[in-house]
């Protein structure tokens, strides 16, 4: 099955520079690659995802690069801000199957920490 | 829009006993629905899949006896956590998907139920 490993486990950077997290996968089939945000005790948000036919995705002080040679994706986040501060989790699926979506298969998630 | 709600939010039970989770796409008809679990600093560990009327696919080392998945409808999933015990105690997470103009593969999570087990 896939596996999908997360890098680093923790960062933590001044608020105004920008913070990139590293993702890998083993699937080769993986076509859909989301990224969520999740604070203490509370729901996973979608922030930004890519699908395999496009190689790069922006969205404010968000971005997504993708590179399916080499099998990894990477969060960019600029001019970082104290609400950033939270675990940030990528994902990799297959997208949808004859039976539905495909499931999600988890990073270990990184904890993000803004300092002031 | 794509609203998933989850009830309840905490609970507290007894070993022994059996906790019912509901899991309901408000705005949306959800083609899939997943259960995870997520213990805490760590991350989400899919449990289980399902899609209305048929069975639901279980991942590896999860008891699908011990963890009842009913999907009735396309918009209501339940997760009834058996026999429950002190180390079934966890944040339990459900997220729904369904085609959009986005994609079919955006799963949208529920705010999570909270289980303690005594």
């Known amino acids: 099955g896939e596996n999908v490993e997360q890098h680093p486990s923790t960062l933590s950077v001044q608020e105004g520079d920008s913070a990139v997290i590293k993702c890998t996968y083993s699937d080769s089939a993986s076509n859909y690659f989301p990224w969520y945000k999740q604070e203490l005790g509370k729901r996973p948000q979608l922030i930004i995802d890519?699908?395999?036919?496009?190689g790069e995705k922006k969205d404010q002080r968000i971005a997504v690069t993708l590179n399916k040679t080499a099998k990894h994706f990477s969060l960019h986040i600029t001019e970082t801000q104290p609400e950033d501060s939270a675990v940030y989790f990528c994902?990799?699926?297959?997208?949808?199957?004859?039976?539905?979506?495909?499931?999600?298969?988890f990073g270990t998630g990184t904890r993000l920490t803004i300092i002031p | 829009g794509a609203v998933v709600s989850q009830h309840p939010s905490r609970v507290i039970c007894k070993s022994g006993t059996s906790v019912k989770i509901e899991c309901r796409s408000l705005?949306?008809?959800?083609?899939?629905m997943f259960w995870y679990r997520q213990f805490p600093k760590q991350s989400l560990m899919l449990m289980a899949t399902?899609?209305?009327?048929?069975?639901?696919?279980?991942e590896q080392g999860v008891e699908k006896d011990k963890f009842l998945i009913n999907h009735a409808s396309l918009t209501l999933s339940t997760l009834t956590v058996t026999s429950a015990h002190p180390e079934d105690s966890s944040f339990y997470i459900c997220?729904?998907?369904?085609?959009?103009?986005?994609?079919?593969?955006?799963?949208?999570f529920g705010p999570g139920t909270r289980l303690t087990v005594l």
């Open positions: 399902s899609n209305e009327g048929s069975k639901a696919t279980y």
């Open positions: 705005d949306f008809q959800a083609t899939t």
């Open positions: 890519i699908r395999s036919n496009v």
């Open positions: 994902a990799a699926s297959r997208g949808l199957s004859n039976f539905g979506n495909e499931k999600l298969t």
């Open positions: 997220s729904a998907s369904t085609v959009t103009a986005r994609g079919a593969d955006t799963q949208y």
